[in-house]
């Protein structure tokens, strides 16, 4: 069936009836997890126009690049990306079908027109913070115009988006994010989050509740809240005040049947003192936390703007291992910043050893167009940043593997998610994040069991039930969730 012969309504809206069985959107995301919960947001608010997700990118009606601005050549490789679904838009037109082609996300936010000029594949162009307007937007395709929307419009979009259905929140498995805050009014200097999503926002807290509350009733276990700058959390809560990110989590603690709470990503300035108390009081809150500090060097922390010191981020991280003492800790690191040199990166080293990470990500400098950073002097030479980074991976990946180690012969709650690679297996997540292969039936899939570690292998844990014949069979009941 072709495009144009479906049938359309006076308002130029497809016939439910017809789409409902024929119309299907792909969607890929790269980048961080809101543009996973962005993206997953969108297949949302399309569901009640009829489109149903699919995995083939080949046998989409509605094709869109959730993009992602962060670092290296974004736009050029969103480029690319678009000459390989032209050839796939192509192929749907000499079947008879339409493709429409959509750019979301950072690089959209970005670039915007400039996207249509660049590539003719492209039907339309669309910001993080207006892609509740997608079904508008795409009748405008089907009326032959090429719309671009990058505003930052003074409506929630979450107050339009469509709640995902109980099946497909059934669908995405048992853990889940949930957005609590969007943008970051931080401005680090090599950053074009301030620029791209924009000043921050909170949700208020009786959305951020209620939405927590549908995930939990479809099954949803873990929740883990996301936002730029998850803890600069600052929400209408609903006795008419500020609700801070601590607040906000010891409600969500409440709702039967989460178990589990995280929240990231965590700016070091902004870890309160009762976010830090949350973590010693809330058993739900997992004793993980993504706090990245992105250098060990004071000069290279002040260049950066990142408003805090090496000896601010190592008090922090003292404050919330007082308050949890088995606290694993995560970061973001940028090598080859500009004017860093050798004795920084060697501070950066020194920071890492010290701290004693669970993991991080380590990413090379790269100059962002209208940042700060990308005008300074000194910028690093690539070969030097590859291989600064190269010694700093080094470094994170003997923490990372002393960490798993020390978890061999310790027991601890899995939530199993899915299917493991083998027959017989299932996979979860530790408290700290790990990803265990269990051996243990798909029914369990949606429970917290007890699991001991059995091996260390090079991405994951093994580990066995600790007591598999008590809990054959059980269920994971809202009272266990509370305790666990
Ligand atoms: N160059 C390299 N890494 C960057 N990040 C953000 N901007 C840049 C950049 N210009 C990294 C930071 C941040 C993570 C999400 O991405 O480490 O914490
Ligand atoms: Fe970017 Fe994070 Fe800095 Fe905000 S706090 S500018 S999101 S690195």
Redesign the pocket.
Known sequence: MTWEKRPVSAEGAPDVADVRAARKVFIKSYG?QMNVYDSQRMADTLAPQGYVETQNAAEADVLILNTCH??EKAAEKVYSELGRVRKLKDAAEQDGRRMVVAVAGCVAQAEGEEILKRARTVDLVVGPQSYHRLPDMLRQVARGERPVDTEFPVEDKFDVLANPTRHATRARGVAAFVTVQEGCDKF?T????PYTRGAEISRPAAKIIAETERLADAGVREVTLIGQNVNAYHGLGPDGRDWTLARLLYRLAEIPGIARLRYT?SHPRDMAADLIAAHGDLPALMPQLHL?V?SGSDSILAAMNRKHTRADYLAVIDRLRAARPELALSS???VGFPGETERDLRDTLELVETVGYASA?S??????PG?P?AEMDDQVPESEKEARLAILQAAIERNRQAFNTGCLGTTFDILFERPGRHPGQLVGRSPYLQAVQVQAPSTRIGELASVTITEVGSNSLFGSLAHPAAEDGARLSPAMAMGA
């Not at 090599?190 to 989050?193: H, I, M, R």
């Open positions: 961080c962060i670092r680090c090599f950053c074009v989050v990503t990245p992105q973001d690191f940028i990500f990413f090379k400098y790269s100059a962002r940042t950073a």
